[in-house]
């Protein structure tokens, strides 16, 4: 069974930095997309960042491209999203999802297995 797993959510101000991690286990696939998105109160999840975990190639999205930077450590089955000069509009549940290919656009419907979500808050 595949478990996501998130850390390293907070609360900061703008122009701060926070690193989230997810840790995957169970996932029969050696290589597979592992993203993250976010949801803010009343708007729609949407795709902020990719990483493929077999060649590493990644993606982002125009609103976080520059600031944030998804990065992994194989030998700890873990993706991080370090996330820099935060704005207040960057606040939302961040979570973690896996799935077999990384397809574009980043859509939350193409991903089976997620996280339980982690809260990030930028104040003004």
């Known amino acids: 069974q595949v478990q996501l797993v998130e850390s390293g959510g907070g609360s900061v101000q703008a122009g701060g930095s926070l690193r989230l991690s997810c840790r995957a286990s169970?996932?029969?696939?050696?290589?597979?997309?592992l993203a993250w998105f976010r949801q803010a109160p009343g708007k729609e999840r949407e795709g902020v960042a990719y990483i493929y975990t077999g060649g590493g190639s990644t993606y982002y999205d125009d609103s976080v491209k520059g600031r944030f930077t998804i990065s992994q450590d194989n030998a700890k089955n873990t993706v991080y999203l370090q996330m820099n000069s935060l704005k207040p509009e960057d606040t939302a549940i961040y979570y973690c999802a896996a799935a077999p290919l990384c397809l574009r656009p980043l859509l939350a419907g193409n991903f089976r297995y997620w996280g339980q979500g982690t809260q990030v808050t930028v104040s003004s």
């Open positions: 169970g996932y029969s696939y050696s290589s597979y997309c």
